[in-house]
């Protein structure tokens, strides 16, 4: 089904508000040919449909439309793979959440190695909003490194490194502890960034020739958690949700959207 439809709302803004993935990843998902209306392939971006009466579907799952918003707070293990679905068959964050019935998705990633808090949810307007560059939301990374990173190595982190020819951006990194680890020949340091480029925390750390021996996330945005245990999983509560809301609303709006 190549052809573009004109009615309905375009195809990729249906997926979005869904919350399966952003609206840029969801126009790859069309054109990588996932996308599904009425058990035909569309691949054109700028396609149509109606969600009342159309079976939108991606990589065979139905896109659900009208379903109440959940928003939930994962403790992510090592081990587990970040998406929906593994070609590897390996286990993934959705195999964590037993009795869960409701289509949510992560929000960005943690890396297989990596554990801590990950947020998944099937309000796609505002997964989009916390992973777009331009809100600068800030992870807090808690991350055991070989060696002990003297100052000038931590200011470096704090400046930005080269990665791929591109500076990271300004990021918080302090020394917590050293003498970490079974020979004392580590540290444990806690790192603040304002981006999400893939293994960023680690690529940084080994930049400055200190590797990663463990990495995990201890706060997204407004949102922290010391008592939530790994592998399991709780709704934000009411408030950490307009916290949330608020950390990436438009200058002038509440966590809404509305005037204040």
Do not use: W
Not at 36 to 53: E, F, H, I, K, Q
Not at 164 to 169: F, L, P, Q
Not at 207 to 235: E, K, S, Y
């Amino acid at each position: 089904m190549n052809s573009t439809r004109r009615e309905g709302e375009r195809l990729q803004k249906l997926i979005a508000a869904a919350g399966i993935v952003s609206r840029r990843a969801a126009e790859v998902l069309i054109q990588d040919g996932r996308v599904t209306v009425n058990g035909a392939v569309v691949s054109v971006l700028g396609s149509r449909a109606d969600p009342a009466r159309d079976d939108i579907r991606v990589d065979g799952r139905r896109v659900a439309h009208g379903s109440p918003r959940r928003y939930l707070l994962l403790n992510k293990p090592r081990g587990v793979v970040t998406t929906r679905d593994d070609p590897q068959r390996r286990r993934t964050v959705m195999d964590l959440l037993a009795g869960v019935r409701d289509s949510v998705y992560p929000v960005g990633r943690l890396d297989y190695d990596s554990e801590g808090l990950l947020l998944l949810t099937n309000d796609g307007g505002l997964a989009a909003r916390l992973t777009h560059p331009r809100h600068g939301l800030e992870r807090i990374y808690e991350v055991r490194v070989r060696g002990v990173p003297d100052a000038a190595a931590l200011r470096r982190l704090a400046r930005g490194v080269m990665l791929e020819a591109r500076r990271t951006r300004p990021a918080t990194a302090c020394l917590v502890a050293a003498g970490r680890g079974a020979k004392g020949d580590q540290a444990l340091l806690r790192i603040g960034l304002m981006e999400g480029r893939k293994r960023q925390v680690r690529r940084m750390c080994d930049a400055i020739g200190h590797p990663v021996v463990r990495l995990r996330r201890v706060q997204f945005g407004p949102i922290h958690d010391r008592v939530l245990r790994p592998g399991r999983f709780r709704d934000l509560t009411k408030a950490e949700l307009t916290a949330l809301r608020r950390s990436v609303a438009p200058a002038g709006k509440d966590g809404d959207g509305r005037k204040e």
